[in-house]
C-alpha cells in the first residue's frame, strides 16, 4: 500500500538551488536509470551529532514525502522534515575542489567538514 505524501510546490522543506539541481541532474544521468529519486535525510552521527544523508534511490517508503524539483523528483522521509526545515541544498564548484552543501537554518552547531550538525 503507498502511503506516500505529494507536497505542493510551495510547501517544500528544502530548496535547491540552480547550480545544485544542474549538478544533480548530471550525475543522475551517469547512472542511466530513469527511475531515480534524490533522497536526502538526517542520521544519528557525524563529529556534531546528526550529519545529512544524501544518494540516489529507486525505492518510495511508506513516510516518504515526495518534492518536484524542475525534474527531479526528491524524497524526505516525514522524520527527517523537522531537521530540515528551511535547508538550502546548495552546490559550489571550483579547481581546489567543491561539492554540495547543505545550509540549515536549524543547526545550532555545524562541523568544519558541512555534514555534521546538532540541533
Keep these: 500500500m503507498e502511503n506516500n ?13 540552480a547550480p545544485a539541481i544542474v549538478e544533480v541532474k548530471r550525475l543522475s544521468a551517469q547512472e542511466k536509470d530513469e527511475t531515480l529519486y534524490l ?5 544519528a552521527g557525524g563529529c556534531s551529532g546528526m ?7 529507486t525505492e518510495l517508503l511508506e513516510d516518504d514525502i515526495k518534492y ?3 525534474d527531479i523528483t526528491v524524497l524526505i522521509s516525514q522524520k527527517a522534515v523537522p531537521y530540515l526545515e528551511g ?6 564548484g571550483g579547481l581546489l ?6 545550509e540549515n537554518p536549524n543547526a545550532k552547531r555545524s562541523c568544519g567538514c558541512g555534514t555534521s550538525f546538532s540541533c
Aim: glycine share 12%; net charge negative.
Design 5 to 17: 505524501k505529494q507536497e505542493n510546490s510551495n510547501d517544500k522543506v528544502v530548496t535547491i538551488t
Design 51 to 57: 550529519s545529512y544523508s544524501m544518494g540516489f534511490d
Design 68 to 70: 518536484n524539483y524542475d
Design 87 to 92: 535547508t538550502i541544498l546548495d552546490f559550489k
Design 97 to 102: 575542489g567543491g561539492g554540495f552543501a547543505f
Design 39 to 43: 533522497r536526502l535525510g538526517v542520521a
